[in-house]
């Protein structure tokens, strides 16, 4: 059994096999395609027939790892105040020389800004609680001692 890795940040994570004019494909996703795109960690099957040739199978391990300066950026948190999932911070992997983390909500006002890389947001803009919804962030970094500029961005979904 072969065994792949994919940076926990690729873009772009494929899995392709080679099959001849007239052959069938099956992943264990139930793709038909010679290529197949991998979501998450976990072993995949390949079947390929064809008309006049014997059946070729394979599995394939797919394995994800964080690669240099990871940033683990969640999608959506609980502000609510039960004690999981209160707060909105990414997990990082490095140290930085430059931090900023910028939230604003759908008409692009700032409802929270750090520079300090252990800030979280609690889901409040001035001591008030604001609405579910979904929320914009951008989070610009200089990773040390490298001095590699990185820049994030993307969606948060608030939900009480």
């Not at 014997?54 to 950026?73: G, Q």
Request: with cysteine.
């Amino acid at each position: 059994r072969e065994e792949i890795s994919f940076c926990l940040n690729d873009g772009s994570r494929v899995l392709s096999v080679t099959a001849g004019q007239d052959s069938k494909v099956e992943w264990s996703t139930g793709a038909q395609t010679p290529s197949i795109n991998v979501a998450k960690a976990g072993v995949y099957f390949v079947r390929i027939t064809h008309p006049f040739w014997p059946e070729v199978r394979d599995t394939v391990r797919v394995v994800l790892k964080a690669c240099e300066c990871e940033m683990m950026i969640p999608n959506s948190f609980t502000p609510n105040e039960d004690g999981r999932n209160d707060y909105f911070f990414p997990v990082l992997a490095c140290e930085y020389s430059y931090y900023n983390l910028t939230i604003t909500d759908r008409w692009g006002n700032e409802v929270f800004v750090t520079s300090n890389p252990s800030g979280k947001w609690d889901g409040r803009y001035k001591g008030n609680l604001c609405p579910e919804d979904i929320y914009v962030f951008r989070i610009e970094a200089t990773e040390k001692p490298t001095d590699k500029k990185r820049v994030r961005k993307g969606h948060i979904s608030l939900f009480r």
